[in-house]
């Protein structure tokens, strides 16, 4: 029901930057508490940061001080502003909702969790 489109990975050397966007497809009366995710090969999915409202933030401690997420909110879109990559840093990169909010009562948003197709973060050493 609710289509999560990501965009902004790539390949970098460490300590390079990356930026990550991910919004919902339509849904524009919907506010969404958004998260980043991430998986390594062989590895279980992990959480990486996330913003809820009314904007509280929280990361993981292995990305604090080099990892920022931020919202647009007018545009549903979050950013995941990557800075001093490290190869530890390497994997799929996945967006997540599970928390949806109508901002226009008594329309109706959807519920569940849903996640996005995701997007290769490759950091070189």
């Known amino acids: 029901q609710v289509q999560l489109v990501e965009s902004g990975g790539g390949s970098v050397q460490t300590g390079g930057s990356l930026r990550l966007s991910c919004a919902p497809s339509g849904w524009s009366h919907c506010r969404f508490d958004l998260s980043w995710y991430r998986q390594a090969p062989g590895k279980e999915r992990e959480f990486v940061a996330g913003i809820g409202n009314p904007g509280s933030t929280s990361y993981a401690d292995s990305v604090k001080g080099r990892f920022t997420i931020s919202l647009d909110d007018a545009k549903n879109t979050v950013y995941l502003q990557m800075n001093s990559l490290k190869p530890e840093d390497t994997a799929m990169y996945y967006c997540?909702?599970?928390?949806?909010?109508?901002?226009?009562?008594?329309?109706?948003?959807?519920?569940?969790?849903?996640w996005g197709q995701g997007t290769q973060v490759t950091v070189s050493s």
């Open positions: 997540n909702t599970d928390r949806i909010y109508t901002r226009a009562f008594p329309r109706q948003c959807p519920k569940g969790s849903y």
